[in-house]
Each structure stands twice: as structure tokens, then as C-alpha cells.
């Protein structure tokens, strides 16, 4: 079991740079834990994308028919006073923005605050340094 930054997710339902590598991932273990808002931060990336004119209705449409049959198959680490309290603490001591800070605390958390060993999937690279530091194995 991996946990699964929103980054990594996006590969697995639109083709991408990183999609082939990511989904090398996913097949050694499909048991994917993910934050909480991580529905909302790809559906949200869907729809930037469309706006921006990188991806027509139809592709997003099947993309976020991707995104509901993985969402069946994931667990989530849910909101709360703990993951609020963790983010926090990494704001303080890496530079991320909220919403990375929410994910690497929503990691951490369901890592029982014991990191090593487990593996966090990401794609973006100062999450990835926060993950390291922390404690968690980043792939890919």
C-alpha cells in the first residue's frame, strides 16, 4: 500500500509525461490511500485544463470517469484536528503551500508517524524533498 499524491493521480487518467512510470507503480500495488481532497484537487486539474484549452469536454469527461473508478478502490485519510495540527508543523519547517502540506500530513498520518519504509507516490519536487526529510521513500 502506497499513499498517492494528487500529482501522481493525474498520470493514471490523462496521458502524460510521467503516465507510463506512474502506471508501472500502480501495477506492483494497486492499493492506493490518499488525502482526503485529493477527488477535488485532480477534478479541479481537469477543469483548469479544459479552460485553458489543453483538454477538450469529451477528454475530461472520460477522464473524470477514470478518476470515479479509482476513487471506489481508494482509502482516505479523513480531515481532523490531527492532520490540521501536522499540517501546520510543515508549513513551518518546509516550503510548501496548504494544500502539498495537507498531503504530506494526511501521509504522515496514516503512517502512524512511523514514515520509514512506506512509500509516498508524487510528482512534485518540493513535496517530494518535504516527503524525503520526513522520513517517507518517494517513487518514482
Same mark, same amino acid.
Given at each position: 500500500m502506497k499513499f498517492w499524491d494528487s500529482s501522481a493521480v493525474i498520470p493514471l487518467?490523462?496521458?502524460?509525461?510521467a503516465s507510463e512510470k506512474i502506471k508501472l507503480v500502480v501495477k506492483e500495488d494497486e492499493d492506493q490511500v490518499v488525502w482526503w481532497a485529493t477527488r477535488v484537487e485532480?477534478?479541479?486539474?481537469?477543469?483548469r485544463r479544459r479552460r485553458e484549452g489543453k483538454l477538450s469536454v469529451e477528454a475530461e469527461g472520460l477522464a473524470k470517469g477514470l478518476l470515479l473508478a479509482?476513487?471506489?478502490?481508494?482509502? =482516505? !485519510? /479523513?480531515p481532523g484536528e490531527l492532520v490540521r495540527q501536522r499540517t501546520e508543523r510543515?508549513?513551518?519547517?518546509?516550503?510548501?503551500?496548504?494544500a502539498a502540506a495537507f498531503q504530506l500530513a494526511a501521509a504522515l498520518i496514516w503512517a502512524e508517524e512511523k514514515p520509514q519504509g512506506l512509500e509516498i507516490v508524487c510528482l512534485?519536487?518540493?513535496l517530494r524533498e518535504a516527503a524525503l526529510k520526513?522520513?517517507? =521513500? !518517494? /517513487?518514482?
Amino acid at each position: 500500500m502506497k499513499f498517492w499524491d494528487s500529482s501522481a493521480v493525474i498520470p493514471l487518467i490523462l496521458k502524460e509525461a510521467a503516465s507510463e512510470k506512474i502506471k508501472l507503480v500502480v501495477k506492483e500495488d494497486e492499493d492506493q490511500v490518499v488525502w482526503w481532497a485529493t477527488r477535488v484537487e485532480c477534478l479541479s486539474a481537469l477543469a483548469r485544463r479544459r479552460r485553458e484549452g489543453k483538454l477538450s469536454v469529451e477528454a475530461e469527461g472520460l477522464a473524470k470517469g477514470l478518476l470515479l473508478a479509482l476513487v471506489k478502490g481508494w482509502s =482516505e !485519510v /479523513l480531515p481532523g484536528e490531527l492532520v490540521r495540527q501536522r499540517t501546520e508543523r510543515l508549513l513551518a519547517v518546509h516550503p510548501l503551500r496548504a494544500a502539498a502540506a495537507f498531503q504530506l500530513a494526511a501521509a504522515l498520518i496514516w503512517a502512524e508517524e512511523k514514515p520509514q519504509g512506506l512509500e509516498i507516490v508524487c510528482l512534485v519536487q518540493n513535496l517530494r524533498e518535504a516527503a524525503l526529510k520526513e522520513g517517507l =521513500e !518517494v /517513487l518514482p
